[in-house]
T-cell receptor
Framework: SQQGEEDPQALSIQEGENATMNCSYKTSINNLQWYRQNSGRGLVHLILIRSNEREKHSGRLRVTLDTSKKSSSLLITASRAADTASYFCATDRNNAGNMLTFGGGTRLMVKP | EAGVAQSPRYKIIEKRQSVAFWCNPISGHATLYWYQQILGQGPKLLIQFQNNGVVDDSQLPKDRFSAERLKGVDSTLKIQPAKLEDSAVYLC?????????????FGNGTRLTVT
């Protein structure tokens, strides 16, 4: 079974709006990563947050991590049409090295 | 730096035929992964290599799938014989080492259609 599950499965917003995606996972982790996938392409790493961190920023991206609730959120501010893609969270199980398990993804559409 | 290279980009075969995919990771990356991504789902790890040794292949259907990474660089994933449910995108990824906190770099994948 997949370790991480994203919510919502699909999200449609207007350009300029903020987009929030959530990820829940089941077991203890070392870190949680977010990836983006454009249609027909491979995944691109966006941001990594360690288990001892609560919040991290990168440009228009803001990631939070709540290990007590086993959940994370990805916020994209001031969205652009180019942000249209699928977004996946990935977790590595404690003591499992860098073996990432991906969730089912959130498909984001940003309308111009 | 050059990214992860995969070939072919697309492949269409009939069920029971065999197929092979090739991956060249980023130069110097010791860890290589093969993922299977079925349409509408997230990637599922098939096998992870550290140099030319297998770290984990617990989700690889070994009755029909095989993978090797000779000399710890390029890797090949083979399916023999293919089934309809093998239709998916096969993604190769690499990372600089196997410890956690190392982001994965993905290729653009091979889209396999089994008819």
């Amino acid at each position: 079974s997949q370790q991480g599950e994203e919510d919502p499965q699909a999200l449609s917003i207007q350009e300029g709006e903020n987009a929030t995606m959530n990820c829940s996972y089941k077991t203890s982790i070392n870190n949680l990563q977010w990836y983006r996938q454009n249609s027909g392409r491979g995944l691109v790493h966006l941001i990594l947050i360690r288990s001892n961190e609560r919040e991290k920023h990168s440009g228009r991206l803001r990631v939070t991590l709540d290990t007590s609730k086993k959940s994370s959120s990805l916020l994209i501010t001031a969205s652009r049409a180019a942000d249209t893609a699928s977004y996946f969270c990935a977790t590595d199980r404690n003591n499992a090295g860098n073996m990432l398990t991906f969730g089912g993804g959130t498909r984001l559409m940003v309308k111009p | 730096e050059a990214g992860v290279a995969q070939s072919p980009r697309y492949k269409i075969i009939e069920k029971r035929q065999s197929v092979a995919f090739w991956c060249n990771p980023i130069s110097g990356h010791a860890t290589l992964y093969w993922y299977q991504q079925i349409l509408g789902q997230g990637p599922k790890l098939l096998i992870q290599f550290q140099n030319n040794g297998v770290v984990d292949d617990s989700q690889l259907p070994k009755d029909r799938f095989s993978a090797e990474r000779l000399k710890g660089v390029d890797s090949t994933l083979k399916i023999q014989p293919a089934k309809l449910e093998d239709s998916a995108v096969y993604l190769c990824a690499s990372s600089s080492h196997s410890s956690y906190n190392s982001p994965l770099h993905f290729g653009n994948g091979t889209r396999l259609t089994v008819t």
